[in-house]
């Protein structure tokens, strides 16, 4: 296929290598998104921590992936359009959720975006599922998954969002609620998506068609987002990126 957006997922262990020599000369007329880490180490990068320490380590690991994308990536884009990071808020807690907390870890994360210095990139959120899992083991989000929060946060603070479509799956799911609501509402902040099917609470990344999700009810509101568009598919990367082939070709019927 001929995507209009290259997406680079830039993990922890990327942001010790050399970039640069790796791109060698290559350049691209296509759009740019970079797709910041969740992790470094075994540490959660969480812009949402209540512990300073935590949020203000986050904060310098985010930056990075900024100043990354603006020095290296995006000068070998010849596109009109600025790049684009999404970045996970964070919110993860590792025995149970905490949803009271919500307010602290999104005023935490307010102070997290307002520290970072995205001048000449659009930093987008992305919306969250209930049950990640992070190092082999279930934990619990908490903020960015309710559609009323999300729009209450994006109107406070002009921000808006990478929406991926299965961990939104998952999200109705736990929550027992229609997917195509919770996207209508959050439509008008979608400035790039993550398509990927899912089932259950924390099936995620799977196949087109292979999930729950009914695509024949969100393909019009997908249809009518002018924005980037990346299948996430699990290892939709192996052989010659055959997942995501056929990802974007099962998605043609739509």
């Known amino acids: 296929g001929n995507p209009d957006v290259y997406e680079f997922r830039v993990n ?14 290559a350049t691209f007329e ?5 797709h910041a880490p969740e992790q470094k180490g075994h540490d959660i990068v969480d812009l949402s921590a209540p512990n ?3 949020r203000t ?22 596109t009109d359009h600025e790049p684009q990071i999404v970045v996970h808020p964070g919110g993860i807690t590792a025995d149970y959720m905490e949803r009271d907390s919500i307010p602290e870890m999104n005023k935490a994360l307010e102070r997290s975006i307002s520290e970072l210095d995205t001048d000449g990139v659009q930093l987008l959120l992305e919306n969250m599922p209930p049950l990640p899992w992070i190092y082999g083991g279930q934990q619990y989000h ?9 729009v209450e946060y994006c109107e406070k603070h002009d921000q808006k969002i990478c929406y991926d479509t299965a961990h939104a799956k998952l999200w109705c799911n736990y929550a027992d609620i229609s997917l195509k609501e919770h996207m209508e509402k959050l439509k008008p ?17 799977l196949q087109i068609q292979e999930g729950e999700i009914n695509w024949q009810e969100i393909a019009p509101i997908i249809n009518d987002l002018d924005v980037p568009m990346t299948t996430e598919i699990w290892r939709g990367h192996e052989k010659n990126g055959e997942g995501f082939k056929k990802a974007a070709e099962r998605l043609k019927a739509y």
């Open 57 to 78: 380590w986050a904060v310098d690991v985010t930056q990075r992936v900024v100043d990354i994308t603006r020095d290296v990536f995006a000068p070998r884009f010849e």
């Open 52 to 54: 300073e320490e935590t």
């Open 30 to 34: 296509k759009r740019l998104g970079v």
């Open 142 to 150: 908490n903020n960015f998954m309710r559609a009323d929060e999300i």
């Open 12 to 25: 922890g262990a990327d942001m010790e290598v050399n970039i640069d020599d790796a791109l060698g000369d």
């Open 189 to 205: 902040y979608i400035e790039y998506l993550h398509i990927a099917d899912a089932a259950g609470v924390d099936g995620e990344g």
